[in-house]
């Protein structure tokens, strides 16, 4: 495999500005500079290296210089630093790179059967933690020489906010592809969504990757219609994903920012990076594809083959069937464009709430709460009931924490759905955002 800084050097792009960090502009070569400053000599190939932090001009470099060690590597972020004893053990860990840049060597490299082979081979190794939503965070080990490979063909680079975090799938690959492409990366101050809109206004920024969520926020705020002034009109496009999007806020925020293109994103840390098509700007219809991938639903759960899916979990089963299928989990609906089959995420099949044997997302029920004014999250699950079985909760969040008449809010929700989907009972409280940006 070719090393990843032999070949940046040969793009001839030394002195193309590449990120932008807290206000200060840095050059592919002021990257490449810190080769001689900075002594890896303690770390060898095959080690399992922990690298602590964010996306600063250290640390990726960094990360560039491990792959090319031939490390197996795991980013993690301190907003889980509580977790990171778990997950040294259960990634194997045997170095750390705190965030001050200290290399911490604590035992001999550990085996593991996947970790092994890629040794074995030769090749580095990306290690990413699941985010635990639905149980223990799965240890997630990538081969990263296949996980390249995608970024040697040429495609188009914009002026990218890295909004998505450093041990995340889609953080990795926002930095990995801007600097393959030769564009130009805008480290936020801060992910609050004044610091966001401001960043963008002020470098200009032109691709916005985030979640719904964030997005949600940001329609919320009130802030959103100054991205869409003559004086800062840079933004071109932003892609979201990670959850699962709901209609309502997608139509209010193509609405709010009609010349910016809106992309959904779609994959599992298991599976790589998939390549999406989204139907439309205002749609959540998504064809899926990629080199290597095949597609397919079954009783509309969604299963996905890769031919770069990952080695395998650290500490955990294997989930691919015998014939390499990956259950998503997701449910899916399906239309046909042309030749091309469009999926639409409607939930998890573990979300499917049965009341007295009439089943029906929480979906259904949260995009019409969404649409009452005031709304800012909500979330809507089945509750054990010894009669029917289950009953649905819903939990809401009001903008900035403000009262909303709740008799209002039943009678708008008892006019639009049938007995046996309103809920039951009705929590006002603040739901959990990880620090993905992502509900809890």
């Not at 809106?262 to 994959?267: L, N, P």
């Not at 239309?335 to 469009?342: P, R």
């Amino acid at each position: 495999m070719i090393k990843v800084l032999d070949y940046l050097k040969s793009l001839n792009i030394e002195n193309n500005d590449f990120l932008i960090y807290q206000g200060k502009h840095y050059k592919v070569k002021d990257i490449l500079d810190f080769d001689s400053k900075i002594d890896l000599s303690p770390i060898h190939q095959g080690d399992v290296v922990a690298l602590i932090g964010d996306f600063t001009p250290r640390n990726i470099y960094l990360l560039l210089k491990l792959i090319d060690l031939q490390v197996i590597l795991v980013p993690l972020t301190l907003d889980t630093k509580a977790q990171h004893a778990t997950y040294i053990e259960e990634a194997k860990i045997n170095v750390v790179i705190d965030e001050t840049g200290k290399i911490n060597v604590l035992s001999s490299p550990k085996s593991d059967p996947f970790i092994d082979n890629l040794r074995a081979k030769g090749c580095a190794g990306l290690v990413l933690f699941s985010s635990g939503t639905t149980g223990k965070p799965k240890a997630i080990l990538h081969n990263f020489d296949n996980f390249l490979k995608r970024y040697f063909t040429p495609r188009k680079a914009f002026v990218t906010l890295s909004f998505l975090m450093f041990d995340h799938v889609g953080g990795i690959n926002t930095i990995l592809h801007t600097i393959f492409n030769k564009g130009l990366i805008v480290i936020p101050s801060e992910r609050t969504v004044e610091s966001i809109i401001n960043d963008i206004k002020k470098y200009k920024v032109e691709l916005l990757p985030t979640t719904p969520t964030f997005l949600r926020m940001m329609l919320m705020s009130g802030e959103l219609s100054q991205l869409q002034t003559s004086q800062f009109s840079s933004l071109k496009l932003i892609t979201y994903g990670t959850e699962r999007m709901d209609q309502t806020t997608l139509d209010a925020i193509t609405k709010i920012l009609p010349n910016v293109d809106f992309r959904q994103t779609y994959g599992m840390s298991e599976l790589g990076i998939l390549r999406i098509k989204t139907e439309a700007r205002d749609s959540l219809y998504m064809s899926i594809s990629g080199e290597g991938v095949e597609i397919k639903a079954v009783d509309h759960k969604l299963y996905i083959r890769a031919k770069n899916a990952m080695e395998g979990y650290l500490n955990a089963p294997s989930p691919f069937d015998e014939d390499g299928w990956y259950n998503t989990k997701d449910l899916v609906d399906e239309k046909e464009i042309g030749n091309t089959t469009y999926y639409k995420i409607i939930g998890r099949d573990s979300d499917l709430i049965n009341v007295g044997g009439l089943k029906f997302m929480p979906a259904d029920v949260e995009n019409l709460v969404l649409q009452f004014e005031g709304i800012k999250f909500c979330k809507v699950k089945a509750v054990k009931n010894p009669i029917t079985g289950e009953y649905p909760e819903l939990i809401y969040q009001t903008n900035d924490d403000n009262e909303i008449d709740l008799k209002e809010l039943k009678q708008y929700l008892k006019d639009k759905l049938p007995a046996y989907m309103l809920p039951r009972k009705y929590i006002h409280q603040n739901l959990k955002i990880g620090h993905r940006f992502k509900k809890l």
